[in-house]
């Protein structure tokens, strides 16, 4: 059950063009930002990117975005890119603007083996037109796939060499939703640990879901926006 | 007529003793200056956070600790940490009890416009759609006019949607008003120094102006 690799260049080192990625993170926070930029050294192209953002343009998806190697984006929020917006107005890049808490629960669904979930985020909307609409109780839901994903990339705080995972603060956000969701799940860890160091009470995401662990070193972990008293 | 943080300040109030709020971005988030400090209010961050804190004092800023508009932030004692799933179905489940967001547009319907400028402008929706979609209290903080001086108080929003039937109150640097259940804008309050007839003249839908308006008594 050893799952650790020894840095990010091999943990991708079978993601190849036109794979579709869950990359874990909120803006810039609890980004994989190893595997980024691992993704960026290997210049692998065509991919299908889930993740709520899409970076900004000199860091997380944005450096790869910069590159062309992105085809088609799945987000919710898109506002901190100007590279990005250029492409999408330009129709040079393909994106899927979905509701935050359906992006979510469509990781979700795919952890726990659910085909489809009912939510009510964008009735009435563009975002319905062409799904499946289903009146529960007097109220509007939409029918919304789980999601597949070739791999899932996520960042946490500590993990052991079995794949238990420990996110801290804020940080946390997608990644443990993404790291359930993926065919094959990367965890990228600032400290990783022996089996035991955890405490089982405490991990957010079972060692079941990850298939390679690797300690990133000296990570940048860029603020976006610094906000103080 | 009241600056952003008038606004902000008047929305304050509509907040209760026990209430947990999801402040959007833009002045929604400057309503958590003016809460009574003995209210006892928890805001929700739909990154996944309850207790949000005031901002860092500087050289404490922590990159893993921020809310939904990216802005770093501290926590309370009491705070908790959660998944965006999470997050999101305590949404979904009503658990919240005052969404407090921006808009582009807000129809006398209650249809809310927020996320897109077709050809122009696209940032995405982010939680708003689901934020709309759910919660049942939706106080919507706004300039009464665009940039260009034309109403964003319409009869039906021109821009695509990001809800419908769901704005319950919006408070402007003019007024607030709400929406009738049979539609129409309702006239409530003007702000101070402002007349019923600017309030008209700046807004597009339909509006009702009963009796004597009040003008805004703000603490």
Redesign the interface.
């Known amino acids: 059950m050893n799952k650790v690799v020894s840095n990010a260049d091999e943990a991708i080192r079978d993601i190849h063009d036109g794979m579709t990625l869950m990359l874990g993170g909120f803006g810039l926070c609890g980004l994989p930002e190893k595997c980024i930029a691992a993704l960026v050294k290997k210049k692998v192209k065509d991919l299908t990117c889930i993740s709520n953002n899409a970076g900004v343009d000199d860091f997380g998806i944005g450096l790869m975005l910069k590159q062309r190697q992105v085809k088609k984006m799945i987000s919710s929020y898109v506002g901190e890119n100007a590279e990005f917006e250029r492409q999408l107005l330009s129709g040079e890049l393909e994106v899927e603007l979905i509701p935050q808490g359906t992006l979510a629960t469509r990781c979700m669904a795919a952890g726990y083996g659910m085909p489809a979930i009912f939510t009510p985020a964008g009735i009435g909307t563009e975002v319905a037109i062409g799904k499946e609409i289903r009146n529960f109780n007097g109220k509007d839901y939409l029918l919304e796939l789980a999601f597949e994903a070739d791999f899932a990339i996520v960042k946490a705080w500590k993990g052991d060499t079995m794949g238990n995972l420990v996110y801290r603060s804020t940080a946390r956000n997608f990644n443990p939703l993404m790291a359930m969701a993926g065919k094959v799940t990367i965890a990228e860890v600032e400290e990783l640990v022996e089996p035991g160091e955890l405490d089982p009470d405490h991990i957010h995401t079972p060692g079941i879901y990850v298939h390679r662990v690797f300690k990133g070193e000296n990570y940048e972990k860029r603020i976006e926006q610094r906000t103080v008293r | 007529m009241l600056d952003k943080e008038g606004i902000a300040k008047r929305i304050a109030m509509e907040i209760k003793d026990g209430y947990y709020v999801n402040l959007g971005i833009g002045i929604p988030t400057l309503v958590a200056n003016y809460l009574p400090e003995s209210m006892d209010v928890v805001l929700q961050?739909?990154?996944?956070?309850l207790g949000i804190g005031?901002?860092?004092?500087?050289g404490?800023?922590?990159?893993?600790?921020?809310?939904?508009?990216?802005?770093?932030?501290t926590?309370l004692p009491g705070s908790a940490?959660?998944?965006?799933?999470m997050?999101?179905?305590m949404?979904?489940a009503k658990k919240v009890n005052l969404t407090i967001l921006g808009a582009m547009e807000v129809a006398e319907n209650g249809?809310i416009a927020s996320?897109?400028i077709p050809?122009?402008?696209?940032?995405?929706?982010?939680?708003?759609?689901?934020l709309v979609?759910?919660a049942e209290n939706i106080i919507v903080a706004m300039q009464h006019v665009n940039k260009a001086g034309e109403s964003k108080l319409l009869s039906k929003c021109t821009l695509?949607?990001?809800?419908?039937?769901c704005v319950k109150k919006i408070v402007t640097e003019l007024a607030v008003l709400d929406i009738l259940p049979e539609g129409g804008f309702k006239l409530l309050e003007r702000a101070p120094g402002v007349s019923v007839e600017q309030i008209r003249n700046a807004t597009a839908g339909k509006l009702f102006a009963e009796g004597d308006i009040p003008e805004m008594v703000i603490f």
């Open positions: 961050s739909e990154n996944g956070l005031p901002f860092p004092f500087v404490d800023e922590d990159p893993d600790t921020i809310n939904a508009g990216k802005q770093t932030i926590m940490i959660f998944d965006s799933a997050s999101f179905g949404i979904r249809d996320w897109k050809g122009k402008m696209v940032k995405g929706m982010g939680g708003a759609m689901d979609a759910s695509p949607l990001t809800g419908i039937n």
